[in-house]
Nanobody, 126 residues
Framework: VQVVESGGDLVQPGGSLRLSCTAS????????VGWFRQTPGKSREGIAS????????NYVDSVKGRFTISRDNAKNTLYLQMNSLKSEDTAMYYC????????????????????WSQGTQVTVSS
């Protein structure tokens, strides 16, 4: 299984960025997927997920209305569109695919996922 992420960059406050994450070696179309972020000294935070088979999105309050999670199953790719970026969005961002337990009650807990990307840095600064 390989999960490769891209798209991190330095962006000004108020700007936009799109992260991509491509998975191979898994039945991607059947997997719940999620985006997480982490800053030094803090635990990894779940920010968005898409729950299969219903493709139901879930967002943490701090990104609601600004971030959008989506997927293209034909490309085995997950996206995170980030708009109206703030300095507090600065973090290392990770994507995760496939729940360890399909019936997991939460999709924003890091421990719920089986496969992870290497992470990409997003820095929001003027």
């Amino acid at each position: 299984v390989q999960v490769v992420e891209s798209g991190g960059d330095l962006v000004q406050p108020g700007g936009s960025l799109r992260l991509s994450c491509t998975a191979s070696g898994v039945a991607f179309e059947t997997c719940t997927v999620g985006w997480f972020r982490q800053t030094p000294g803090k635990s990894r935070e779940g920010i968005a997920s898409l729950r299969e088979p219903w493709n139901t999105p879930n967002y943490v309050d701090s990104v609601k209305g600004r971030f959008t999670i989506s997927r293209d199953n034909a490309k085995n790719t997950l996206y995170l569109q980030m708009n109206s970026l703030k300095s507090e969005d600065t973090a290392m961002y990770y994507c995760a695919v496939c729940l360890r337990v399909i019936s997991a009650t939460t999709t924003l807990e890091p421990g719920a996922y089986e496969h992870w990307s290497q992470g990409t840095q997003v820095t929001v600064s003027s």
